[in-house]
């Protein structure tokens, strides 16, 4: 992949159903051009579908990390026993046998029976846990034919309005203005189920500590001005208030010895640890299986 392959991952991964117009214009190339990359990224296996999900603060979801190193005889084959747990949705591993659980969770009461499953499911003995909160939206909630319109994009949203209005039994108008009344209101993730590991690009995690006196978004910020082309993903847990993680992309080793130093020279910052994605995989969970409830009772 290069810049521009990068670009437009993260434009379709915060909205996949983004025009190729919209997406073209961003990018400074033709429609057809984007059309191109598009392609390329399906058949290579970075991109393999565009998902249609409800979003965390429709359904109240608390997004969770339990992530450490690995004591499993066979850390590659500690996905398949993570998945059958329904609020995985992503399992990673990296070098060192370093691995890493993402889970949706329905509330925090279910915190520490997950923790539990992962730790002994996944062989990490003394994981660290980050926790993402997601408030429910006060405006509006989604309904049934919202339910049934998100099922019928579930794994293509780039789906046009009036094939998912045969499936759903609607007009093209109406399926129209409830996908723009779920996006107003927040109800609504498309998103992509994203690879980047099938490319010969370098994914890095890289958890950054910063001092108790120093603004971990002041650091972010900082660094959004240096190397925002290779930051991918920011995330900062609500529970771990002096650490700041990154996905950070990169063409060589080399580049990635850069940014270490980068930014282990940013004011503020007491160490950084970066960790090689070697593999991941993305799971369905209970918020896909909401879409296929909801389909079924259409038919």
């Keep these: 992949m290069d810049s521009t392959d990068i670009k437009l991952c993260m434009f379709l991964l915060v909205n996949s159903r983004t025009p190729y117009h919209e997406l073209a214009g961003r990018l400074g190339l033709s429609i057809n051009a984007v059309h191109k990359r598009i392609r390329a990224l399906l058949d290579l296996g970075v991109i393999r579908a565009f998902r249609a999900r409800p979003s965390l603060n429709a359904v109240g979801a608390v ?12 850390p590659s084959e500690v996905y398949k026993r993570l998945k059958e747990n329904e609020s995985t949705y992503w399992v990673a591993i ?21 923790v539990s499953f992962v730790k002994k499911e996944g ?3 003394d994981p660290t846990v980050g926790i993402q909160p997601s408030g429910r939206p006060q405006r509006a909630q989604l309904q049934l034919l919202d339910y049934q319109i998100l099922a019928a994009l579930g794994k293509d949203s780039r789906k046009a309005a009036t094939l998912v209005a045969r499936e759903v039994r609607a007009s093209a108008k109406t399926v129209h203005n409830r996908l723009e ?17 099938a490319s010969n ?13 120093t603004s971990r978004t002041a650091v972010l ?12 993903v920011e ?14 992309w990169t063409n060589t080793m080399r580049q990635m010895d850069g940014l270490r ?37 259409a038919n």
């Design 94 to 114: 990296s070098g060192g046998g370093y691995l890493y659980v993402g889970g949706y969770l329905k509330d925090l009461s279910e915190l520490d029976t997950y």
């Design 261 to 297: 130093e980068l930014i282990s020279g940013e004011s503020g910052v007491v160490s950084v640890t970066m960790n090689i994605l070697q593999i991941g995989y993305m799971f369905d969970t209970w918020r896909d299986k909401l879409l296929t409830r909801s389909g079924d009772s």
């Design 63 to 74: 997004t969770v990390w339990v992530y450490g190193r690995s004591g499993a005889d066979r």
């Design 221 to 232: 910020s900082s660094l959004r001005q240096r190397i925002h082309e290779n930051i991918l």
């Design 181 to 197: 009344r779920m996006e107003e209101n927040g109800l609504v993730d498309f998103s992509l189920d994203w690879y980047p590991d």
């Design 123 to 125: 062989g990490i003995s």
């Design 235 to 248: 995330i900062m847990f609500a529970n771990l208030p002096n650490q700041l993680t990154l996905f950070l």
């Design 201 to 213: 690009d370098i994914i890095s995690v890289c958890h950054i500590d910063v001092s108790g006196g």
